[in-house]
């Protein structure tokens, strides 16, 4: 029998493809949000914050990027509220869904930030004791 808990060869990376309905537009949301980007071509790019990375693609399906979701942990949701109100993120991209960080049933502070495309990001803390 064969275990399945071995993997064949060590793991190097592990990105997320996240849609773009208008790429250039994303782009920019994504570096004014604090993101760099690594590289980049007209296809997709890779942004970066402190060590993380995905990939933003330019491709859309509506309802793919409307269930989509990214969860980035901080250690402080609100000063990432605070960084998104200074920017003016939601008058700037005209964005549906940005909510100040609450507490949620499951224990942690979420901040709700839905991008140009709709995919939505939670970005939580754990709440301080």
């Not at 980007?37 to 914050?49: S, T």
């Not at 990214?70 to 609100?78: F, G, N, R, Y």
Request: net charge negative; with cysteine; proline share 5%.
């Amino acid at each position: 029998m064969t275990d399945l808990h071995i993997v064949p060869s060590k793991v190097l990376n592990l990105m997320a493809f996240v849609p773009a309905e208008d790429f250039e537009l994303s782009r920019r949301f994504y570096r004014d949000l604090g993101f760099h980007e690594n590289w980049g071509d007209a296809q997709a790019c890779e942004l970066e914050l402190q060590g993380y990375r995905f990939l933003l693609q330019n491709f859309y399906v509506k309802d793919h990027a409307g269930n989509f979701m990214m969860h980035l942990m901080v250690e402080d949701a609100d000063k990432w509220w605070e960084h998104i109100e200074n920017i003016g993120l939601k008058e700037r991209y005209e964005l549906s869904v940005v909510k100040p960080p609450e507490l949620q049933p499951w224990g942690l502070r979420v901040l709700y930030l839905a991008d140009p495309s709709g995919v939505l990001w939670h970005i939580a803390d754990r709440p301080r004791a």
